[in-house]
């Protein structure tokens, strides 16, 4: 029986056409004629077709991840407005038996923007503890939230009055000994746009070294550490690699490196060093100032101002320092040399605070007895640091004029040996007053940079004791390097009994060096004078003051240990340690072990 049209078309679907590329392409209507349609026939284009008809609409799974994602932020909403404070914080990072329920926002504030300085209360966004507004209300609460989720961060930062205290600690403590950050300028950028404040590593970096030497916070210090770390080795798995050529992230690895020396996570801070050296070298740090035709290549902008050109300094200069300390405890060759470096030393603090130009001070310069006059307190930290470059260079670094098993007064060795002596000697008779003790005893820059200059001295002599007794030459050798050796640990006990009643927390952490090496020193003279009372005395201070310092600073208690052997080893003659009877005598005399006070 035969049907209309109308029925036969209702039960048999038309098939669907498949437009050919071009028409898909430019969004144009196609006839689906093969093997050329309509349009590419009237218009002269090569008319195509895919043999699989490709499916529209978003990639498989993209609906489903957009889902979770918003089910997720709508879990927090609903979390932070339901739930009591207590129960907030089980949701941060921070272990639950280390968190103070007093450092992190109720429910009405806001722990994730902790660097809004100056606001009486935080903003907050629909009550979610992952989103702040800035006071200027520069945003609105939608381009806010995904702004913060593009920065990558993953965890609620602590709360603002926390960050502020670690901040003013940060500044006001450990900044002056290692000022590589211009303070006006970074609290300046903290009430700025997210992607325009201080990096993320940055901050944590800062939040670690305060909280290190903070009573109060110091439980939160480990959880910091980590958190820096994490975001400095993601900001190296970003794309290829561009997101760490910056200055803060040079900045961050520093003082990274500064806590992991002082916790003694030494395989750490080496690495550390090194990647903060090879970052500003990479940005030409290290070449500031030179003159002529430069023909690295610039990975870099040119600074915008004198403040933005002297902080790029004194970063290479933290390098540097860093560096030298590095391998001044190990012995392993330094990743910087002193001929590649053409930036001048950093210039007075006060000149740049305010971004005044002052007259710069190269190496070479500074090296001058002309020159050490006119270098800054955090130059002559610099300078001395560069001064150990070389005394390492000195000793480990055999030249063509040393000749083993044939020395005398004027071979290689004994002729760097007296230019560094003088050297050291031009330097203290030529610094201002203002860079000599006590009158620069404020500043704890001065404090160190009188106390390297002292064990530089030592480090020197005991290179000079060590080749003088192995190859037998004149007693007033040996005679005249152990009496400078033990007037330079005299004057460091000086020192330290000078500024031991100020807060040593705020000291360089590589103070504990100076100490360690004067007291050896003490350790070696008190092998041949047993009863001298000026010498115990003087070593007894320096453990008892070690002791005192390994609480801040626990770097101190590797130097401690390591006195510990070197005061075995005095009573390793006694005959009755060689009768394999117990001897009588304390392994850490004077009443002290490892700095404490026994009971």
């Known amino acids: 029986r035969s049907s209309t049209p109308h029925s036969t078309s209702a039960e048999v679907p038309k098939p669907k056409r498949i437009a050919c590329v071009v028409c898909r392409k430019r969004k144009l209507r196609c006839d689906g004629i093969k093997p050329s349609c309509g349009t590419c026939s009237r218009l002269g284009h090569d008319c195509a077709y895919d043999e699989i008809r490709r499916k529209s609409g978003p990639k498989r799974g993209y609906v489903k991840a957009l889902e979770a994602r ?14 009591s404070p207590e129960r907030n914080l089980g949701r941060l990072p921070f272990p639950s038996s280390q968190v103070d329920p007093c450092l992190f926002s109720g429910p009405g504030d806001d722990p994730l923007d902790p660097m809004l300085v100056g606001r009486d209360s935080p903003g907050t966004f629909n009550g979610s503890p992952m989103l702040d507004l800035p006071a200027n209300g520069m945003f609105t609460p939608h381009s806010m939230a995904w702004e913060m989720i593009s920065m990558g961060i993953e965890e609620a ?60 916070y110091s439980h939160l210090q480990t959880h910091l550490y980590r958190l820096a770390r994490k975001y400095l080795e993601d900001s190296e798995l970003k794309g290829h690699g561009e997101n760490i050529i910056s200055v803060s ?27 903060a050296v090879r970052s500003c070298q990479m940005m030409g740090l290290h070449k500031i100032d030179e003159t002529g035709d430069v023909s690295q290549k610039i990975c870099l902008p040119g600074p915008r101002d004198e403040i933005e050109k002297e902080e790029r300094r004194r970063v290479f200069w933290g390098a540097f320092c860093l560096d030298r300390y590095a391998s001044l405890g190990t012995g ?31 190496l070479k310069e500074a090296m001058t007895p002309e020159g050490a006059g006119l270098v800054s307190p955090f130059g002559g930290v610099c300078l001395m640091a560069n001064i150990f470059g070389r005394n390492l260079t000195h000793i480990h670094r055999p030249e063509d004029g040393d000749v083993e098993g044939k020395d005398d007064l004027n071979s290689g060795f004994w002729k760097r ?15 201002p007053p203002t860079l000599k003790m006590p009158q620069g005893i404020e500043d704890p820059n001065v404090v160190f940079m009188n106390m390297n200059i002292q064990t530089s001295i030592i480090c020197l002599h005991q290179a000079a004791l060590y080749r003088s007794e192995k190859h037998r030459l004149p007693a007033s050798v040996t005679a005249d390097s152990k009496c400078r050796c033990l007037s330079a640990a005299m004057a460091i006990t000086s020192i330290m009994k000078t500024v031991c009643h100020q807060d040593l927390s705020g000291m360089n952490p590589f103070i504990a060096f100076c100490l360690y090496v004067a007291a050896r020193v003490f350790v070696q003279y008190l092998k041949q004078y047993p009863n001298d009372p ?37 009573t390793a003659a006694d005959p009755q340690q060689q009768t394999g009877c117990e001897p009588k005598v304390n392994k850490f005399p004077y009443t002290f072990r490892r700095g404490e006070e026994e009971i």
């Not at 918003?70 to 407005?81: D, F, H, M, P, Y």
């Not at 040996?417 to 610094?431: A, F, W």
Request: hydrophobic share 40%.
């Open 157 to 216: 930062l602590p709360d603002p009055e926390v960050v502020d205290a670690l901040n003013k600690i940060y500044f006001s403590i450990l900044h002056p000994c290692f000022p590589i950050l211009h303070r006006p300028r970074y609290f300046a950028t903290l009430s700025m746009a997210p992607h325009l404040r201080p990096p993320i590593a940055l901050r944590y970096a800062i939040w670690t070294l305060a909280s290190s030497i903070s009573d109060r």
């Open 249 to 275: 992230t040079a900045q961050a690895w520093l003082l990274v490196c500064v806590y992991e020396f002082k916790l003694m996570y030494f395989p750490r801070a080496w690495m550390s060093s090194g990647r």
């Open 70 to 83: 918003l089910a997720q932020v709508e879990t927090l909403l609903r979390e932070k407005s339901s739930q």
């Open 417 to 431: 040996h007296r230019h560094l002596d003088n050297v050291l000697c031009n330097l203290q008779l030529s610094m």
């Open 534 to 570: 000026s010498a115990k005395s003087s070593l007894q201070f320096l453990l008892t003051l070690m002791g005192h310092l390994k609480k801040k600073n626990p770097l101190t208690e590797s130097f401690l240990v390591q006195l510990d052997v070197d005061l075995n080893g005095s």
């Open 332 to 362: 392993w060759p330094m990743a910087v040399e002193e001929r590649d470096v053409f930036t001048n030393l950093p210039g007075p603090e006060e000149a740049w605070e305010v971004g005044r130009k002052t007259r710069g001070l190269s």
